[in-house]
């Protein structure tokens, strides 16, 4: 099975598909400085909650990017169901393969997805580039809590995410994009323990109803092996924030 359809596995529960709540998306909008009349992409879009809230809160005009033609689905019935489809576009693909319309965006956002536009340092000018002069960026991504990890967490500790820099470190490097910041949300351990555990039973469910699947047994596995490390370092050692600036 490839990463898009166990995705849609796993998260086939998750309205919001990053450690974060509807509260803390709400002051992301107030951050964001949302009005009717905006245009906003989305890179990673998911099942497109942000755009369909805001959406039907203003009238704004939303394009999301999605790899995942599960989720891009997701995404169109819940706008059509939330009476926005006129206001927000969902288009499957990925991100790299839609050239950024230069300076055309109000609102840039890409939230816990940066792998999207090839990590964190062409993501930044990826989105500054179809932002245009006063525009908002948020970026979600994630950072140790502590840097550096203590050896005998960085021994089993995935590489890449070893690597990471610090809250410090992760504010330099946005600040280095001559970006400064306007807003910064938090995840709570309850946003990062919700997150988590709407897996689990999802990847349950699926497996019980496919019982002849012949990858049920490696993505149980999978899920077994993710919250474990979760449990065994994740939970402690990393820190997920959503950064939201303008050019200073
Ligand atoms: C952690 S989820 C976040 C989803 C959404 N932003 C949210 O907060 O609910 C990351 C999303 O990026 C999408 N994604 C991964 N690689 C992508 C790519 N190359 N192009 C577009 N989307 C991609 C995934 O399918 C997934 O929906």
């Not at 998306?25 to 009349?37: E, Q, T, V």
């Not at 500054?128 to 960026?137: E, H, K, R």
């Amino acid at each position: 099975m490839d990463f898009t359809e166990y995705w849609s596995i796993v998260e086939r529960n998750h309205t919001i598909q990053n450690p974060s709540s509807p509260e803390k998306l709400r002051l992301l909008a107030d951050y964001c400085g949302m009005r009717d009349g905006l245009r906003v992409r989305d890179v990673g879009s998911g099942k497109g909650y942000l755009l369909r809230t805001w959406a039907r809160e203003w009238r704004i005009e939303g394009t999301g990017l999605e790899i995942n033609p599960w989720f891009v689905a997701a995404a169109r019935a819940g706008a059509a169901e939330a009476g926005v489809a006129d206001r927000v576009t969902f288009i499957e693909g990925p991100a790299l393969s839609f050239a950024p319309e230069p300076g055309a965006y109000d609102v840039v956002l890409c939230i816990g997805a940066s792998f999207a536009l090839g990590g964190f340092d062409d993501a930044v000018p990826w989105m500054l580039s179809a932002l245009q002069p006063d525009g908002v960026l948020a970026l979600g991504e994630v950072f140790l809590n502590r840097c550096p990890l203590p050896p005998e967490v960085a021994a089993i500790a995935e590489p890449e995410l070893a690597a990471l820099p610090d809250l410090g470190g992760t504010v330099a490097r946005f600040e280095g994009y001559g970006l400064e910041l306007n807003g910064f949300i938090e995840a709570s351990r309850d946003d990062w323990d919700r997150y988590e555990s709407l897996h689990w039973p999802a990847a349950r469910e699926w497996a019980r109803a496919n019982p002849d699947h012949p990858e049920r047994d490696e993505l149980l596995r999978q899920v077994r092996e993710s919250r474990a490390a979760y449990f065994g370092w994740q939970r402690e050692h990393l820190g997920w924030g959503i950064f939201v600036g303008r050019r200073a």
